[in-house]
């Protein structure tokens, strides 16, 4: 697929396009390292989390408010 041909589809193509891929991709996720820096994002957010700096959402709550702001 080219650039042009990413462009020309719609928001809603472009997201059950996105949708495929991850799906395949996730089909052998053992064979996909995470990177280095996930790790230590993964820390960071624990450490926030200790400290109460961060908020946990419901998964489902926040899917809905992903989608509201995507208009």
């Known amino acids: 697929m080219t650039t042009n041909e990413l462009q020309r589809m719609s928001r809603e193509e472009k997201l059950k396009?996105?949708?495929?891929l991850w799906e395949d991709l996730a089909r052998?996720?053992?064979s996909i390292a995470s990177p280095a820096w996930h790790g230590q994002?993964?820390?960071e957010t624990e450490q926030r989390m200790e400290a109460g700096a961060e908020e946990i959402h419901d998964w489902d709550d926040a899917k809905t408010e992903l989608r509201r702001r995507a208009g």
Do not use: Q
């Not at 396009?17 to 495929?20: E, K, Q, T």
């Open 17 to 20: 396009m996105m949708h495929a």
């Open 41 to 43: 994002a993964l820390v």
């Open 28 to 30: 052998d996720e053992e």
